[in-house]
């Protein structure tokens, strides 16, 4: 393990940024996102969670599959690039990175997905312990120690250091860039702090969640479950749960017309939204009730189903401080049974 | 209060008056109330009404306007301009609800279930009293936070040079995310199918591809609903991204007013909007394009 003074911070990052892309948390008219770092900006290693999830930067919110140019009689489809720029995702916390191990299950199970590969492939993740966890926090059930999560560098701002403890390979040569900043440390020193860290998860409203109730659920059971009539009441169908979720994965293929061709696309979508899974037949879920069902099924059942039961959540618990009728995962588990 | 309301709808649902009541709901947070149809005597207990419950239950008297039977539902002093206006554009069957008005004092802004003060709608709220009600239950020691002048972020953004003014909502609008929470909210964003979901126009998007898209979306969904905004907040309360869409909405208010007298939407169910009252033998034209170029 090693330690740089949290004074030489920004060096630390105008080095990386030397040689990468450095995505980090920056606060913006109060809301705090990842973006890129240049000289001369911010971190705010302070807020917890960013709005947006990180997952942004290796499954963009959309991203050009291809063009097609009209040229004369002839259309040119030009493929969009590959990434192949270095970047490193410097902040991310414990669960936005389990959250990367579910997204990976699918777009780098087969058939691979070339544009996530590519990403993938090129991005570094630092990791950094949540010194504050919130009330809203349940990533202990899943698995997640935010005071220790691993990624390929996992981090601690601890008292006046950063401490890194590089964990993978491209963790270590990353580290290895620091070189010049770094002084030896040892698990000891953050022992305390991760201490800490642990007793005020503990102290948290869902820390212990049990997740009993969801294993090996039957489908078809929790599917007709009568739960699903009312437990989507207030729902106003926005995408807001989708969209800052770092387990949501669906996306939309579109075409936007450039005029003398057209840009193949994909975004984001939402399993809430009324033109989801739309085919020339029309929609297969055409109520609310069957649209949020969906949400909560492919989480907490069908991705289990095909991922040896691990359950699609990570407790971040952005559904929960951000749904604007206080709706949230949890809320839906607790009405499948879990407590 | 929250002890009359329960009272109140215990006896409308023993009664039978009503088949159920639209109010907030106890959540696993106090300050995270949930909006619910109770339908049993048994779940008043879960029924809350406190600073938190901030969403705006209007809406979802259009939904409930068509299941049967009767719906009580409870409303604060702005979200009554919301009913109003919905009663208007005969969005809700007025003669399946019992409105059930009830005091405000101002609604907490909640940041990861932190009370944080106060929403920006209620320090500039201007309505006080109920326009529509069927039965009142009020609690007159409730105190609002001191007003500000709720024309106020308009004005200042009218004395910036165009540039100016053009980076602020390139800033603003940036962030969004597109996940369309404000117009999910806004009780005057009531079409069936909105433009923006419609797989046959170039407008439908999920994507922030472009800045370029997020004003298109936004400045296209102000335009629809000017006129018809009551200035009810709820766009502002909900965006994950805290963006300022109050301004936009207010900016077509206040010129609204200018242009063709104070107008407030949702004050009553009958008079025509200024932008839909228009008569072409009795009406002059605001000539805006003559003067503004």
């Known amino acids: ?339 | 209060m929250q002890e009359q309301l329960r009272i109140l709808a215990g006896k409308m649902l023993a009664d039978g008056r009503a088949a159920r009541v639209l109010g907030w709901k106890r959540t696993d947070f106090e300050t995270a109330p949930e909006p619910s149809f109770f339908t049993a005597q048994d779940d008043l207990s879960e029924l809350v009404y406190n600073k938190y419950c901030a969403a705006n239950l209007s809406g979802f008297m259009i939904g409930a306007g068509k299941r049967d039977g009767v719906t009580v539902v409870f409303l604060k002093p702005c979200d009554t301009y919301s009913f109003n206006q919905l009663v208007k554009e005969h969005q809700i069957d007025r003669a399946k609800a019992y409105v059930v008005g009830v005091s405000c004092g101002g609604n907490a802004k909640v940041e990861e279930m932190e009370d944080v003060g106060w929403l920006e709608r209620c320090l500039v709220c201007t309505k006080h009293d109920h326009v529509v009600y069927d039965e009142l239950v009020l609690d007159e020691s409730l105190s609002r936070p001191e007003a500000q002048d709720r024309f106020g972020g308009v004005t200042r953004l009218e004395g910036l040079q165009s540039l100016e003014r053009y980076e602020f909502w390139q800033g603003e609008l940036s962030t969004c995310i597109r996940c369309n929470a404000c117009r999910n909210v806004c009780p005057a964003c009531n079409c069936k199918k909105c433009v923006f979901d419609s797989a046959k126009y170039d407008t439908a998007a999920k994507a922030n591809v472009t800045t370029f898209e997020e004003q298109l979306f936004h400045i296209i969904r102000a335009y629809h609903v000017a006129g018809r905004c009551t200035d009810c907040g709820e766009c502002a309360r909900v965006c994950p991204q805290d963006i300022k869409l109050q301004l936009l909405n207010r900016k077509i208010i206040k010129d609204i007013n200018e242009l063709y007298g104070e107008f407030q939407a949702g004050q009553d169910t009958e008079t025509l909007g200024p932008l839909t009252a228009f008569n072409a033998d009795t009406d002059a034209e605001p000539s805006i394009v003559h003067t503004r170029g």
Request: hydrophobic share 35%; proline share 5%.
């Open chain 1, 1 to 339: 393990m090693y330690k740089v003074s949290a004074t030489q911070l920004t060096d630390v990052l105008n080095t990386l940024a030397g040689t990468m892309d450095v995505f980090l948390p920056i606060r913006k008219d109060g809301q705090t996102n990842f973006g890129l770092y240049a000289e001369g900006v911010q971190a705010d290693f302070d807020t917890l969670k960013t709005v947006k999830p990180p997952k942004e930067f290796f499954l963009p919110q959309s991203e050009s599959l291809y063009k097609g140019v009209v040229d004369g009689k002839d259309i040119h489809i030009e493929p969009a690039a590959f990434a192949d720029r270095p970047f490193v995702v410097f902040g991310m916390r414990g669960c936005d990175v389990l959250g990367m191990e579910i997204l990976d299950k699918v777009y780098l199970g087969e058939p691979v997905d070339r544009f996530y590969e590519a990403r993938r492939g090129h991005g570094c993740v630092v990791a950094l312990a949540c010194g504050r966890p919130a009330s809203t926090c349940f990533c202990k059930p899943f698995g997640v120690d935010a005071s220790d999560p691993q990624a390929d560098v996992t981090a601690w701002l601890c008292g006046q250091y950063l401490y890194l403890e590089p964990v993978t390979e491209r963790g270590r040569q990353l580290t290895h860039k620091l070189e010049p900043f770094l002084q030896d440390a040892d698990a000891e020193d953050v022992a305390e702090y991760r201490q800490e860290i642990r007793e005020r998860l503990e102290a948290l409203p869902y820390n212990n969640l049990s997740l009993d109730a969801l294993k090996d659920a039957d489908m078809l059971e929790v599917f007709n479950s009568p739960v699903w009539d009312s437990v989507c009441d207030a729902c106003i169908a926005c995408g807001t749960c989708s969209y800052v979720c770092p387990t949501c994965q669906c996306y939309d293929i579109k075409d936007y017309n450039t005029g003398d061709g057209a840009i193949r696309y994909r975004t984001w979508d939402s399993c809430m939204y009324s033109d989801f899974t739309l085919m020339a037949h029309g929609n297969p879920r055409k109520t609310q009730k069957e649209r949020f069902r969906q949400r909560f099924m492919h989480k907490l059942v069908y991705h289990p189903s095909t991922a040896g039961g691990q359950l699609s959540c990570v407790g971040c618990g952005r559904c929960v401080n951000k749904c604007p009728s206080s709706l949230n995962i949890v809320k839906i588990m607790k009405s499948l049974g879990v407590s």
